[in-house]
């Protein structure tokens, strides 16, 4: 099994090469969720660095008064054979091997530095170091900043809320255990660290408790209470921890020589000495390899099962990013026409009714042009005042003899000339609407969103299109107005007439003044049912001049000058067509690296369990 820790550790490190790691917001699916860890959580001076170097056998963590550790530490120790030589490795320096453990500390300080600052702020983005010894077990821990209470000079007072929530969003995952840090020469009821692992795991299955610096208590009192779990009972034991006092700091006392003076003072001790088999930094790094070792054991199935999951969201995921672009120029010519007619059909479903939009182009002919003639200003045109002054115009010095024929045609010519307006009105609306579909059907093409260049493209060879479209609409419906102005139904006006003689011969006794008012307002009135006759004709037949110059001509030929163009692109052209959302490049990178480390940590387990 202990090949089992040393794969979670590389997959470890690779998932942080790729951004992906315990307190990170990461974009894409995690990894390390699913992977078992042990934090180091516990508040300042509580002894969390002298554990952790005890454990390692090496001096090697930065100290000083403060918040000293403003980034996770993963640490990765490897177990190598006895008589090798001891080295460290940092994930962010390739392949460098250092066996000076003080410069260890430094690199720590300077990488550190190199994401928050000298100034004391904190980052959740972790430092990895792996640690190769005879010395040490197999092993993975998350050192993480101490809790602290108050916020120190050139520190934001957001800083204690800060740090609490990165620690919590380490020891809040199912798959974290916890290594809890108190002093035993304060009240345990005051741990920062068992306050918040009680808060994260109240029943204690994920936490170890672990006390430090028992030497350092009063004479003549002891942590039996808490050690023996009298006064704070956790699921496994409490572990003590004798760290090296400050002396032996200050002068470089070896680490071995503290682990052998640890197990000495357990051994001889009148209070512990009972419990000295279960004591101490050996013991504590041994037992959290063996529970580390039977927690991965017991989560391989979930872990293959969330690598799975993973795999088929990414691969699905990719599939609607596209694969990437081929820089051969037939490939990027037949990459580049798929997608017009991707965006094409769409289109057409956007006006036959497949998806919405069309139907607005109904509402033009259906409501907005019968409503728009309905408001035309005719009563004005054909008030008696207007009536009598254009007839009366029209007769010049001689006037009419029988019928003002002259009269009617001006009158006629000037109350269809106010049908242009709705005529134009028409052809803009429709024009707008089909503009607007082409920007919904771009935006609903999947396979274009990857080419910001490309969707610019084709909005402007589109409504470059429509607007000749447009152009040609407009020319035939303003025919259609002028061609009633140019000749008029002459029938309508012979069945006035047939009307009139009938109306004389049967009322012989009523004979109408040609310049009195009864005459011209019966002109308006004969006028007016011609015009609303015009009307019904120009209510149905602008709609189908505006479909055949423009709705029926986008579907058929929309994108054709654009074809002849590209068709003749040099390579060059269709490699700026095809210049990419930076933003999604870089997300399929992430997805092809992350399929990448998935499928290979997948494989890699399945074997180790084969080999198991």
Avoid at 116 to 136: A, C, D, M, R, Y
Avoid at 384 to 402: A, T
Avoid at 536 to 560: E, G
Wanted: glycine share 6%.
């Amino acid at each position: 099994m202990e090949s089992l820790i040393v794969l979670v550790n590389e997959i470890q490190r690779a998932c942080t090469a790729l951004g992906d790691y315990g307190g990170g917001n990461n974009a894409l699916t995690s990894l390390w969720e699913a992977l078992p860890t042990v934090a180091v959580v516990g508040g300042q001076s509580s002894g969390k660095s002298s554990v952790l170097e005890s454990i390692v056998g090496r001096d090697f963590l930065p100290r000083g008064s403060g918040i000293v550790t403003r980034r996770p530490l993963v640490l990765q120790l490897h177990k190598t054979d006895n008589g090798t030589e001891e080295y460290a490795e940092f994930l962010h320096l390739t392949n460098k091997k250092i066996t000076n453990f003080a410069l260890v500390r430094k690199e720590i300080e300077d990488e550190t530095d190199r994401i928050t600052g000298k100034s004391k702020q904190i980052s959740p983005v972790p430092i990895h170091l792996s640690i190769f010894s005879p010395n040490v077990v197999n092993l993975t821990l998350i050192d993480l900043p101490g809790l602290t209470k108050v916020a120190v000079d050139g520190q934001p007072e957001s800083i204690v809320e800060d740090i609490e929530s990165m620690v919590r969003s380490y020891v809040a995952k199912p798959t974290c255990l916890i290594l809890a840090i108190s002093p035993a020469n304060q009240d345990i009821a005051t741990s920062d660290a068992m306050k918040l692992a009680k808060e994260v795991d109240p029943t204690g299955e994920r936490t170890f408790g672990v006390l430090t610096k028992l030497d350092l208590m009063d004479k003549g009192t002891n942590a039996l209470n808490v050690i023996e779990g009298r006064s704070y009972r956790l699921q496994y034991p409490w572990v003590g921890i004798v760290n090296r006092s400050q002396e032996d700091i200050n002068k470089n006392v070896d680490m071995m020589v503290a682990r052998r003076q640890e197990r000495q003072y357990f051994e001889t001790s009148p209070d512990y000495g009972h419990l000295a088999a279960r004591m101490g930094s050996e013991f504590l790094a041994k037992l959290l390899s063996k529970l580390l070792e039977s927690v991965i054991r017991s989560r391989i199935p979930s872990i293959l099962s969330s690598i799975n999951k993973n795999i088929e969201e990414i691969e699905r995921e990719l599939d609607q990013l596209g694969r990437p672009v081929a820089i051969d120029v037939g490939a990027q010519l037949y990459t580049i026409l798929g997608m017009c007619r991707a965006f094409e059909k769409i289109f057409k479903e956007h006006l036959d009714g497949g998806r919405p939009g069309g139907a607005r182009i109904y509402g033009i002919f259906d409501y907005n042009l019968p409503g728009a003639i309905k408001q035309l200003p005719l009563d004005r045109h054909l008030s008696l005042q207007s009536v009598k002054r254009i007839v009366s115009e029209s007769d010049g010095y001689q006037p009419h003899l029988i019928a003002p024929e002259l009269g009617y045609r001006r009158l006629i010519e000037g109350s269809l000339d106010h049908f242009r307006g709705p005529a134009e009105a028409s052809v803009n609306s429709v024009h707008f609407i089909l503009k607007e579909l082409v920007r919904k059907a771009i935006a609903e093409t999947e396979e274009l969103k990857r080419f910001p260049s490309l969707q610019i493209e084709l909005v402007a060879a589109a409504n470059s299109t429509l607007e000749k479209f447009r152009e040609e609409s407009m020319k035939s419906v303003l025919r259609l107005v002028d061609m009633e102005s140019s000749y008029l139904t002459v029938d309508f006006f012979r069945k006035l007439h047939v009307e009139n003689q009938a109306a004389s011969i049967s009322s012989p006794t009523t004979t109408i003044n040609q310049y009195g008012e009864g005459h011209f307002r019966k002109i308006a009135s004969n006028v007016a049912a011609y015009i609303k006759m015009v009307a019904k004709t120009l209510v149905n037949t602008i709609p189908k001049a505006v479909v055949h110059c423009q709705v029926r001509q986008a579907k058929l030929s929309l994108l054709n000058y654009f074809y002849a163009q590209i068709s003749q692109s040099p390579g060059k052209r269709l490699g700026q067509l095809l210049d990419e959302n930076p933003a999604l490049m870089e997300r399929r990178m992430q997805c092809a690296k992350r399929l990448e480390l998935y499928k290979k940590a997948k494989d890699e387990i399945d074997a180790a369990v084969w080999v198991r």
